[in-house]
């Protein structure tokens, strides 16, 4: 899920930063600091924008950088559990499936993708389905569910784990082939 957030911080601005202009050497500092970074408790920063209420700045003795006290916004995207989202195949591997998701990429185990039993392909790359013949294959749009969140340090130390198997999941074709359940 994408949130915006605002921040209260003090910034530390180093004398090689005092030719410019403030504000603009502090949006360097903090997008240097926290994008494209996983905070555990906001999940993984994309943007630091609009720095305001820039306190004059202090400097402390034997230290000859500045400190200013100031707030800022953040765009965040945290995956949430049970989040259905709409992304596409990335790359088919024989485990399975990774889908993106926004700046990230989730994988859908080859048992998650669908009830069916799945072959995997290796010259499509893609998985068929043993009975129902369908074919997952990297560029298709699909609609999954995040089931597991293991946030790391890093982006590539992340992990997501996702499912297709849920009914009103999977290719999108797939989705619209299902017929409705009639009512009792």
Not at 126 to 147: C, N, P, Q, W
Not at 163 to 174: C, F, S
Request: glycine share 8%; aromatic share 8%; net charge positive.
């Amino acid at each position: 899920m994408y949130s915006i957030i605002t921040i209260k911080s003090t910034v530390r601005v180093e004398p090689k930063y005092f030719s410019k202009n403030l504000k603009e050497a502090i949006v360097s500092i903090l997008r240097e600091r926290y994008e494209r970074k996983v905070d555990k408790d906001f999940g993984i920063v994309l943007c630091v924008w609009n720095p305001r209420d820039i306190s004059e700045g202090k400097i402390i003795p034997g230290d000859g950088a500045s400190y200013h006290e100031m707030t800022f916004d953040m765009l965040i995207y945290k995956p949430e559990l049970n989040e259905i989202f709409e992304g596409e195949v990335t790359e088919i591997v024989e485990f399975g499936a990774f889908v993106r998701m926004g700046p990230i990429d989730g994988l859908a185990h080859l048992s998650q993708i669908t009830n069916d039993f799945l072959s995997y392909d290796k010259k499509i790359p893609a998985f068929i389905g043993r009975e129902s013949k369908k074919i997952i294959k990297k560029g298709d749009d699909v609609l999954a569910k995040i089931s597991t969140v293991s946030m790391k340090g890093s982006i590539p130390e992340t992990k997501i784990g996702l499912t297709m198997r849920p009914e009103g999941l999977g290719k999108l074709e797939w989705i619209k082939e299902e017929p409705v359940p009639k009512k009792k």
